[in-house]
T-cell receptor
Framework: EPEVTQTPSHQVTQMGQEVILRCVPISNHLYFYWYRQILGQKVEFLVS????????KSEIFDDQFSVERPDGSNFTLKIRSTKLEDSAMYFCASKSRGYNEQFFGPGTRLTVL | GESVGLHLPTLSVQEGDNSIINCAYS??????FIWYKQESGKGPQFIID?????DKRQGQRVTVLLNKTVKHLSLQIAATQPGDSAVYFCAENSGGSNYKLTFGKGTLLTVNP
């Protein structure tokens, strides 16, 4: 069964450093998403991506965040200068056209020290 | 504003009993609702969904009920099993073409053998 994969599973970084979180969505999907979940809290929408551009972003997704689909398979989230409050689980999700269900990856746990 | 919340943060049941997890939403424009299950260390896993033009939908051992009058969503799990132990989130899509999801806080379901 196809699934969304994410790497790394855990990323530890120093405050102010750049991080890139990687995702491989399901191959025939066209809609891509990043969500985050701070420990003990609900899952929050960050950004949606379709047709090689951002289609919607939340207020959390400020200038420090960017997304990219560098090739036909990867979808990345970059945080330019990490802050302590960026520590969270980051989930990638993808969806095919014509279906509502979003498939989530296992997440990357980002710890900012 | 948009919000999705849960009445009960924790629910403990005996194996074999039926479980009911509740969710309240406030965005009357939402037209699609989903229940996700999240096991420890994993990403959200789709359980069942329902469109706003329906009031009930059944899956395998699960039933989702939607009451638009009071903006209430529930997930019923029949014959609950230890493997059902997880955090359950309701999520809504407010009708935008990007299909972003707004999640509730989550209910921790514990099934006692």
């Amino acid at each position: 069964e196809p699934e969304v994969t994410q790497t790394p599973s855990h990323q530890v970084t120093q405050m102010g450093q750049e991080v890139i979180l990687r995702c491989v969505p399901i191959s025939n999907h066209l809609y891509f998403y990043w969500y985050r979940q701070i420990l003990g809290q609900k899952v929050e929408f960050l950004v949606s991506f379709y047709n090689n551009e951002i289609s919607e972003k939340s207020e959390i997704f400020d200038d420090q965040f960017s997304v990219e689909r560098p090739d036909g398979s990867n979808f990345t989230l970059k945080i330019r200068s990490t802050k302590l409050e960026d520590s969270a689980m980051y989930f990638c999700a993808s969806k095919s056209r014509g279906y509502n269900e979003q498939f989530f990856g296992p997440g990357t746990r980002l710890t900012v020290l | 504003g948009e919000s999705v919340g849960l009445h009960l943060p924790t629910l403990s049941v005996q194996e074999g009993d039926n479980s009911i997890i509740n969710c309240a939403y406030s965005n009357s424009a939402s037209d699609y609702f989903i229940w996700y299950k999240q096991e420890s260390g994993k990403g959200p896993q789709f359980i069942i969904d329902i469109r706003s033009n329906m009031d009930k939908r059944q899956g395998q051992r699960v039933t989702v009920l939607l009451n638009k009058t009071v903006k209430h969503l529930s997930l019923q799990i029949a014959a609950t099993q230890p493997g059902d132990s997880a955090v359950y989130f309701c999520a809504e899509n407010s009708g935008g073409s990007n299909y972003k999801l707004t999640f509730g806080k989550g209910t921790l379901l514990t099934v006692n053998p």
